[in-house]
Every structure is written in C-alpha cells, then in structure tokens.
C-alpha cells in the first residue's frame, strides 16, 4: 500500500519550534517532489513548502519564509519540515504529499492542495 504518514506535531508556545516528518512506504520517494500542506481550522489546505526529488530546490510561501526548513533524506524515505519562530496563525493540521508541488517554466510553483486521498496529517497547536 501507498502511502506516507506524518508525525511531529504538538503543542507548542509562540516562539517554538517543531521537526515534522513525512515517512513513505510502498514507493520510493527520491523520484518525486515532496509538499508540505496544511490546512487550519475554517480554512482551505494551503501549501507551505516544497522540495525536488534531488533535494537541490526549495520554495517556501510567504508567511513562512525563514522560519520553516524542508529537507528530506531520500536514504530513509522521509522528508521535513523543521518549524521555528512558531506563530499562532501555523495552528493547522499539516500533511505531506508527493508530486503535488513543483516549478513551472517561469520559476514560478505550484502547490495542488485539493486533489487526491490525504492521510490523517498531524496536528500543529501553536499557543500560550
């Protein structure tokens, strides 16, 4: 069976940080773009961060730019997102897809955040 499944999440004070991880099982992951998506409560998923199979490109949304950290080890299957200067407003549950995010021509990115079967994500509670 195909999936990924991700982990990480807690609660944490303004200011904190988190490490997600998005493991794979049943595919190999080097071959794909990895996303990280969330989606808070009353709000459409949105994608945060993106990552080429090799690992060499990044893009990040705005609101999140020098906080967030996507990485991934194409050894153990696994991407992250390493969270810090935690915000209020990143209280969402976050997911991870594959090949849901990439550069287009113009160096521009996409993120597709309402297509296909999500897992159960995990939940991020950012709050004093």
């Known amino acids: 069976q195909l999936q990924l499944v991700e982990s990480g999440g807690g609660l944490v004070q303004p200011g904190g940080s988190l490490r997600l991880s998005c493991v794979a099982s049943?595919?190999?992951?080097?071959?794909?773009?990895i996303g990280w998506f969330r989606q808070a409560p009353g709000k459409e998923r949105e994608g945060v961060a993106c990552?080429?199979?090799?690992?060499?490109?990044?893009n990040y949304v705005e609101s999140v730019k020098g906080r967030f950290t996507i990485s991934r080890d194409n050894d153990k299957n696994t991407a992250y997102l390493q969270m810090a200067d935690l915000r209020p407003e990143d209280t969402a549950v976050y997911f991870c897809?594959?090949?849901?995010?990439?550069?287009?021509?113009?160096?521009?990115?996409?993120?597709?955040?309402?297509?296909?079967?999500w897992g159960q994500g995990t939940q991020v509670t950012v709050s004093s």
């Open positions: 049943g595919f190999t992951l080097e071959y794909y773009n």
């Open positions: 990552i080429s199979n090799s690992g060499f490109r990044t």
């Open positions: 897809k594959a090949d849901q995010c990439g550069r287009r021509p113009d160096n521009s990115y996409y993120y597709t955040a309402d297509w296909g079967s």
